[in-house]
């Protein structure tokens, strides 16, 4: 596609529940990107695919928060036992290596 | 870790007037930098590169100036526009992996 595309835009979930949350990069960027953005705050790093590898996964908080991306292309943000703390916006970005192009992101509510 | 961050969280011009917004950086062996603009609601957008071997870049209305020695980045926008009010991110990167700092908020008085 012309951009990086993120669904949902939005999501509310209770405490508790299992989250993903999609990003599908621009054709043919190897790299992709997650970041999670609270209120008045840079996007913090979650973790970086080149290809279908997690080359840096240090980001992530903890093991309740998987993503993977089998086939190199789409990409799966996953949060398991949702927690309040978890409230944020998850943004994506791809690459060809060098500048990132950002998604509007996935706004996340937790209840 | 590395860290980047930012002198000023908010900086508030006139219409017309320049803007400099400023940002640290801790990793010596970061090798490229950028500057992000987001408005609300969407996510960043690219303004202006600039590699480690390198102190000055130009853009359209906008240059980045890079301090290697004081590990320092700057953001000059001229003639700034109340369309260029949005939060400003520096971000860092090494080997592809890219940092943000928390982000200058630039207000625009008409």
Redesign the interface.
Known sequence: GAGVSQTPSNKVTEKGKYVELRCDPISGHTALYWYRQSLGQGPEFLIYFQGTGAADDSGLPNDRFFAVRPEGSVSTLKIQRTERGDSAVYLCASSLGGVLTFGAGSRLTVL | ?ES?GLHLPTLSVQEGDNSIINCAYSNSASD?F?W?KQES??????II?IRSNMDKRQGQRVTVLLNKTVKHLSLQIAATQPGDSAVY?C?SSNN????????TRLTVKP
Do not use: C, L, S
């Open positions: 870790g980047v490229y950028i992000y609601g969407k996510g960043p957008q690219f590169d991110f971000a592809n992996d890219m940092r943000f700092g928390a982000g």
